[in-house]
């Protein structure tokens, strides 16, 4: 992780993105935390600032996260990816990890489970 660490949260949900910037930067020191709205959001954002981790919804409007899921693996391959989601199934977890992610929790989880998550880059 670099000397100042950027998280990507990716939701559509405003309240979700603002809980997890506040919980992400107040309680698990991330310094930048970066918000997307969306799939197309997200890889933008990527692009410009290669974040360390990114927090990746899957249902979204447009794009969702499984779809963005391998280009920003491609645009940050160094970048800890935890697809953080309502439908935490083995099918998802099984196709979040053939496209790139480092692992899949439960929105129900604990905050801090998934900072330790982000954390095990």
């Known amino acids: 992780m670099s000397a100042d660490p950027v998280l990507l949260?990716?939701?559509?949900?405003?309240?979700?993105?603002?809980?997890?910037?506040?919980?992400?930067?107040?309680?698990?020191?991330?310094?930048?935390v970066l918000v997307a709205e969306d799939g197309a959001r997200a890889l933008e954002l990527a692009a410009d600032h290669c974040?360390?981790?990114i927090v990746l919804d899957n249902y979204m409007p447009?794009?969702?996260?499984?779809?963005?899921?391998p280009e920003l693996r491609q645009?940050?391959?160094q970048a800890r990816i935890v697809m953080h989601t309502t439908d935490d199934t083995a099918e998802l977890r099984d196709e979040?990890?053939?496209?790139?992610?480092?692992?899949?929790?439960?929105?129900?989880?604990?905050?801090g489970e998934l900072?330790?998550?982000?954390?095990?880059a």
């Open 9 to 32: 949260i990716v939701d559509d949900n405003a309240a979700v993105r603002s809980a997890l910037g506040a919980y992400m930067s107040r309680v698990a020191g991330w310094t930048t």
């Open 51 to 53: 974040p360390d981790a």
């Open 62 to 69: 447009g794009r969702n996260g499984i779809d963005v899921l």
């Open 75 to 77: 645009a940050c391959p």
């Open 96 to 111: 979040a990890s053939a496209r790139g992610a480092d692992a899949v929790v439960h929105k129900g989880r604990p905050l």
């Open 115 to 120: 900072a330790q998550l982000l954390d095990a």
